[in-house]
């Protein structure tokens, strides 16, 4: 069974810092393309990273420059960190695996809270 965890979310100040880390289990972590989306309250799921199973990665405009996606396939482990937050980067986060067709698998999200 395909198990994804989020872990590291949490509250934290506006120009802080946080480290999100998704665990696989159940999966051959390295070959999967992963995502980080994001949910803010009231708001529709969005993604917010992206990164292939070659290591090419991809970010939505409003976190370039202040996020940054990568993976550890020794550990089967997605991360997520994020400098520079914003009171608008406060959502619950949710780790994603994604293939057209092939898989598609989800966390169960973590909260982050950035107060101004």
């Known amino acids: 069974q395909v198990q994804l965890v989020e872990t590291g979310g949490g509250s934290v100040q506006a120009g802080g810092s946080r480290l999100l880390s998704c665990a696989a289990s159940?999966?051959?972590?390295?070959?999967?393309?992963m995502n980080w989306y994001r949910q803010p309250p009231g708001k529709q799921r969005e993604v917010v990273a992206s990164?292939?199973?070659?290591?090419?990665?991809a970010y939505t405009d409003s976190v370039k420059g202040r996020f940054t996606i990568s993976r550890d396939n020794s550990k089967n482990t997605l991360y997520l960190q994020m400098n520079s937050l914003k009171a608008e980067d406060t959502a619950v986060y949710f780790c994603?695996?994604?293939?057209?067709?092939?898989?598609?698998?989800w966390g169960q999200g973590t909260q982050v809270t950035v107060s101004s």
């Open positions: 994603n695996a994604f293939s057209p067709k092939r898989y598609d698998y």
């Open positions: 990164i292939s199973n070659d290591g090419t990665t």
């Open positions: 159940g999966v051959v972590f390295n070959i999967l393309d």
